[in-house]
């Protein structure tokens, strides 16, 4: 069982707690349970080529893009038909389904992004999921319109756990990866979002409690993502670090 609001990695000994101005949340797994979704989805669709792939396999992908989880799977047993751009175009909309029938959006999350919004942070999306899927969920949830920055590693050279999705985030945003906290909930995204050089808060829903050392803190739940998160990882939110 996940201990709730445990630090993972002490974070480095400053003279005072480091100022975050943007909170960067991940989508699969934190604003939406798909990550049950994926796996599913992705067993079937795989088994239909003639590659049988167990749910471990299938954990050490998650929060990486669907077009290299398919490149992987070619390299190691190559089939013919269909092209892997149809197989990975058959994951993704075998998940958009399941989720707007399924209406698996984190209701918790949209707290968690109140409660960043009433601090005056900045709130930016990073997700590996292609666009397409990540309009859907921001519909499903009613939250089209709440986060300035939303970016898809599709459009990135590489996917998580690459660091560039967060780092185009930053950029966007126009604020140092250092002043950025982003919320995870896979391995890989904790690897993407400390490389860059942010700090990471992990909430890890799919039953993963091993190998999330590198993040900053781990959450048992989005529901516990309050102002415990700041002592946690021994950061401030700019406004209160201002006094405004």
Known sequence: MICAARP????????????IEAVVFDMDGVLVDSEPIWREVEGKIFAGVGIEV???????????????VVDRW???????????????????DGVAD??????????????????VDGLGLR???A???????????????GLVDRFEVVLSAEDEDRGKPDPAVYLSAAREL????????????????????????????AVPVSGVTDGFEGADL??????????????????????????R
């Open 127 to 141: 997700s590996s999921s292609p666009m397409r899927l990540i309009r859907s969920v921001l519909s499903l949830g």
């Open 218 to 243: 781990v959450l048992g739940s989005i529901v516990e993502f309050d102002e415990r998160v700041w002592a946690g990882t021994r950061t401030v939110p700019a406004r209160a670090s201002s006094g």
């Open 174 to 201: 126009g604020i140092l990866p250092e002043r950025c906290l982003a919320v995870e909930d896979s391995i890989n995204g904790v690897r993407s979002a400390k490389e860059a050089g942010m700090v990471c808060v």
């Open 74 to 92: 070619h390299r190691r047993s190559p089939w013919d038909e269909p092209s892997r751009e149809e197989v990975a175009r058959s994951i993704v």
């Open 54 to 68: 167990t749910d471990r396999d299938l954990l050490e992908t998650m929060g990486v893009r669907v077009g290299d």
């Open 98 to 115: 399941a989720i707007r029938r399924e209406g698996a959006f984190n209701e918790e999350s949209i707290r968690a992004i109140d409660y």
């Open 8 to 19: 993972v990695a002490s974070p480095p000994v400053t003279s005072s707690p480091r100022v």
């Open 123 to 125: 709130l930016a999306l």
